[in-house]
């Protein structure tokens, strides 16, 4: 199971950080990522993390994903946040380090999710 927090609301500009952790299973060999959905769309590669990091284009150089598979916890810290980052924010993880890049990216290959936490940036 994953436990995801942190989501707020901030001003354009702000930053937030997210937390989720898992609990169960071998952390430390799971591929962890991060997607999000806003109203009206479909969910959307954010990050993820296995043996390096991944980021969707529209956050690279904002948004940092980070893990400590000692405390089974995986964070995203978002910096210079836009209007367009309101969304809800799914943790996700899978036992798989994926073979295949673009897999990374596809919500699909995910397994595990936690619940979703709101992130509001306002103008």
């Known amino acids: 199971q994953l436990q995801a927090s942190g989501g707020g609301s901030v001003q354009t500009g702000g930053s937030l950080r997210l937390s989720c952790t898992a609990s169960?299973?071998?952390?430390?060999?799971?591929?962890v990522g991060w997607f999000r959905q806003a109203p009206g769309k479909e969910r959307e590669f954010v990050a993820a993390?296995?043996?390096?990091?991944y980021y969707a284009d529209s956050v690279k150089g904002r948004f940092i994903i980070s893990r400590d598979n000692a405390k089974n916890t995986v964070w995203l810290q978002m910096s210079s946040l836009k209007p367009e980052d309101t969304a809800v924010y799914y943790c996700?993880?899978?036992?798989?380090?994926?073979?295949?890049?673009?897999?990374?990216?596809?919500?699909?290959?995910?397994?595990?999710w936690g619940q979703g936490t709101q992130v509001t940036v306002s103008s």
């Open positions: 996700a993880a899978d036992d798989r380090i994926f073979n295949i890049r673009y897999y990374y990216f596809q919500a699909s290959q995910y397994y595990y």
């Open positions: 993390d296995a043996r390096g990091t």
């Open positions: 169960g299973g071998d952390f430390s060999r799971a591929t």
